[in-house]
């Protein structure tokens, strides 16, 4: 059964700060990972993609990478601004149908 | 916007009551998803559709009964709720279910059971 851990569960950074998000799954047979932002109350937007074929992929100050074999992602977000705070989300498609996620970072950047 | 349209937005009922939510997408997506988002619990993976057959149930109540009559349109039929499945309702779709698509999210419906 495929789990989906992130740690940090909070994190606060001055603005300006580089930072990383962490997650894992302990499955390694994926379909993809995809990366999430969630604002209060509100829905999902997808920052990024990544198919289980690929290593990294860039969206302006994002970076996400994938190690398959380790069970790993992380999440860079470079030059850190006020408007990066939300929860940070990692989702892992595996086996037929299912789109598991793990528990989300809340992060916090502190003007 | 997403591409995914969720309404209502914001929903009360009783416990009596019956009401449905609807998901609706034009992106010419095969597979759509319904997910309960409760507070400080991840994403719980409710019903899988795919090309408007169920591929997916996830031990969900049956008070929770989902409909898919065409595969742009989600429903989730809500009956003799406890106030426990007040919740945060995503629905999400697919280009399909069994590959490595990008998943797209609706904004939710705030669910309230008094």
């Known amino acids: 059964k495929q789990e989906v851990t992130q740690i940090p569960a909070a994190l606060s950074v001055p603005e300006g700060e580089n930072l990383v998000l962490n997650c894992s799954f302990t499955d390694s047979a994926i379909y993809n990972l995809q990366w999430f932002r969630q604002d209060p109350g509100k829905g999902l937007t997808s920052l990024l993609l990544?198919?289980?074929?690929?290593r990294e992929q860039t969206s302006g100050r994002l970076n996400a990478s994938l190690d398959k074999s380790s069970g790993r992602s992380t999440l860079y977000i470079a030059a850190s601004q006020p408007g990066d705070s939300a929860t940070y989300l990692c989702?892992?498609?595996?086996?037929?149908?299912?789109?598991?996620f793990g528990s989300g970072t809340r992060l916090s950047i502190r003007p | 916007e997403t591409g995914v349209t969720q309404t209502p937005r914001h929903l009360v009922m009783g416990m009596t009551n019956k009401k449905s939510l609807k998901c609706e997408q034009h992106l010419g997506h095969n597979a759509m998803y319904w997910y309960k988002q409760s507070a400080k619990k991840p994403l719980e993976l409710m019903f899988v559709?795919?090309?408007?057959?169920?591929?997916e149930n996830n031990s969900v109540p049956s008070r929770f009964s989902p409909e898919c009559p065409n595969s742009s349109h989600l429903f989730l039929h809500l009956h003799t709720l406890q106030p426990e499945d007040s919740a945060l309702y995503l629905c999400?779709?697919?280009?399909?279910?069994?590959?490595?698509?990008?998943?797209?999210f609706g904004q939710g419906t705030r669910l309230t059971v008094v």
């Open positions: 559709y795919s090309l408007e057959e169920r591929v």
């Open positions: 990544i198919q289980s074929s690929q």
């Open positions: 999400a779709s697919s280009l399909d279910s069994n590959s490595g698509t990008e998943a797209f």
């Open positions: 989702a892992v498609k595996s086996s037929a149908s299912k789109i598991i």
